[in-house]
């Protein structure tokens, strides 16, 4: 399976950019799915998470209240909603998916099997 996200771009701060995730060769509704983002000379980190089935999403504090993630099976895709931008979510964000029934607190990096090209994102301040 291919994971590929998409959107990345220039924003300027307090704008707004929504990311896809799409995936070849497997359906992504049996996957456990989150965003992670790694900024210039940071740690990859963990941004949001959505459980398989939809009903459990969690976010990271720092993108709480601006960011919001989502999933279409109909669609076989992905979503990261990024409100009110700032200069510190500058980073390269990639999707990744688990094949896992885990809730959303629990999809972190161990838990995800295959790991999406990632896409830029620059906010400019």
């Known amino acids: 399976v291919q994971l590929q996200a998409f959107g990345g771009g220039l924003v300027q701060a307090g704008g707004s950019l929504r990311l896809s995730c799409a995936a070849s060769g497997r359906a992504l509704s049996t996957y456990g799915l989150a965003w992670f983002r790694q900024g210039p000379g940071k740690e990859r980190e963990f941004v949001a998470s959505v459980s398989r089935g939809g009903a459990s999403k969690d976010h990271a504090d720092s993108v709480k209240g601006r960011f919001t993630i989502s999933r279409d099976s109909a669609k076989n895709t992905m979503y990261l909603q990024m409100n009110s931008l700032k200069s510190e979510d500058t980073a390269v964000y990639y999707c990744?998916?688990?094949?896992?029934?885990?809730?959303?607190?629990?999809?972190?990096?161990?838990?995800?099997?295959?790991w999406g090209k990632g896409t830029l994102v620059t906010v400019s301040s």
């Open positions: 990744a998916g688990g094949r896992t029934k885990l809730g959303a607190s629990a999809l972190r990096d161990r838990a995800m099997d295959d």
